[in-house]
């Protein structure tokens, strides 16, 4: 993305890209060593990261969204973003037990040409809400409840 700004479709950049695999399933198949048994026994040594962006892509292309990534250099990088209505909502999945610590997210968040209000943290933890300022929301979600992400949950965020 040049920006993250609607229409995210017109700020795309072409050059830069996440690759996701349609299975996660599939995925943890095709690692190399016991990704999967480690995994199912909860242990998470190996790049549980890029499980977890993977399913969480899988769930989101499921209900209809298109993956954007941003990635800049003075604002590093965000996972997702996605188009809501006339909105955009910077999304980070979160593998470890500080997921309350989201630099690149709260650098995003405080461009103010960019007028992103609120941003959503999936974690490994249960649902909360952080407010930054009166004007700005970051609500934290457990995983699982990527299943229930849509247009009209982000309108009810904050």
């Known amino acids: 993305m040049t920006q993250p700004v609607t229409p995210l479709k017109i700020n795309e950049q072409h050059n830069l890209m996440k690759v996701f695999l349609c299975d996660v399933g599939l995925l943890a198949a095709s690692s190399m060593g016991t990704a999967q048994q480690k995994i199912l026994t909860g242990d998470l040594s190996v790049n549980w990261g890029s499980f977890l962006e993977n399913f969480i892509a899988q769930e989101l292309t499921a209900h209809g969204f298109d993956l954007y990534y941003y990635d800049k250099a003075r604002i590093s990088e965000i996972d997702f973003l996605l188009q809501f209505d006339d909105g955009v909502l910077p999304l980070e999945a979160k593998s470890g037990k500080n997921y309350t610590t989201h630099t690149s997210l709260d650098k995003l968040m405080s461009q103010k040409e960019w007028k992103l209000p609120k941003a959503l943290v999936l974690c490994g933890d249960n649902t909360s809400v952080e407010y930054e300022t009166e004007q700005k929301v970051i609500a934290d979600m ?7 992400i849509t247009d009209d949950a982000i309108n ?3």
């Open 142 to 148: 457990p995983w699982y409840m990527t299943m229930f």
């Open 156 to 158: 009810q965020l904050g």
